[in-house]
């Protein structure tokens, strides 16, 4: 059975750093491709970034690029979102997610069950 | 604003049909697969249709997606009160290279 499983949410200030972690169980990680996708509240869904299963290749929405970095330690099982200048638009909740394949583009077949971060002065 | 454009509401009684349209653009729903999503009140989104009309095993085929051109479309038959949800679709964009996603649609069953 997939599991995913975030942590790190929690309080910050504004122009504060945090750093998500998504523990990944029931597949070979190493093979797909994972996603961070976010969701303010009372909000839609809003993609984040996605790393890919085959190689080094990340991808960032526009709002995050330059202050967000996605990794992945294989050998752990372990996505991370590294977040840094935080702002109050960033305060959602924070959903890891797996891709049907190891590309980038696959669809998203599992998501874990959110981490609130929530950005103030 | 969303990239993909999906009514803000949509409603039925229980046992009739509805549709959700999706709106998108050459780059995105054009060229890839479009997949939707619902959401349950409280609740992480889930995978209801992938690759425009396949259902992950445990959806019921109550649920069927099409699209044609840049646009797709959820149809939900035989509605039942537990399909009130918030519903997205999304795809990948080759222009801006990220994922895109609607701006959801609550589903009331009256």
């Known amino acids: 059975e997939v599991q995913l499983m975030e942590s790190g949410g929690g309080l910050v200030q504004t122009g504060g750093s945090l750093r998500l972690s998504c523990a990944a169980s029931?597949?070979?990680?190493?093979?797909?491709?994972m996603t961070w996708v976010r969701q303010a509240p009372g909000k839609g869904l809003e993609w984040v970034s996605t790393?890919?299963?085959?190689?080094?290749?990340?991808y960032y929405a526009d709002s995050v690029k330059g202050r967000f970095t996605i990794s992945r330690d294989n050998s752990k099982n372990t996505l991370y979102l590294q977040m840094n200048t935080l702002r109050a638009e960033d305060t959602a909740v924070y959903y890891c997610?797996?891709?049907?394949?190891?590309?980038?583009?696959?669809?998203?077949?599992?998501w874990g069950q959110g981490t609130l971060v929530t950005v103030s002065s | 604003q969303s990239v993909l454009t999906q009514p803000p509401s949509a409603s039925g009684t229980p046992g009739q049909r509805v549709t959700i349209s999706c709106s998108g653009s050459?780059?995105?729903?054009?060229?890839?697969?479009v997949n939707w999503y619902q959401q349950l009140p409280g609740t992480a989104p889930k995978l209801l249709i992938y690759?425009?009309?396949q259902r992950p095993s445990g959806v019921p085929d109550r649920f069927s997606g099409s699209k044609s051109g840049t646009s797709a479309s959820l149809a939900i038959s035989g509605l039942q009160s537990e399909d009130e949800a918030d519903y997205y679709c999304?795809?990948?964009?080759?222009?801006?290279?990220?994922?895109?996603f609607g701006g959801g649609t609550k589903l009331t069953v009256l």
């Open positions: 997610a797996k891709g049907l394949s190891k590309y980038s583009s696959s669809s998203i077949d599992y």
């Open positions: 029931g597949f070979i990680f190493s093979r797909y491709a």
């Open positions: 790393f890919g299963g085959n190689g080094d290749i990340t």
């Open positions: 050459s780059s995105n729903i054009g060229i890839n697969t």
């Open positions: 690759s425009v009309n």
């Open positions: 999304a795809a990948w964009d080759d222009s801006l290279n990220g994922r895109v």
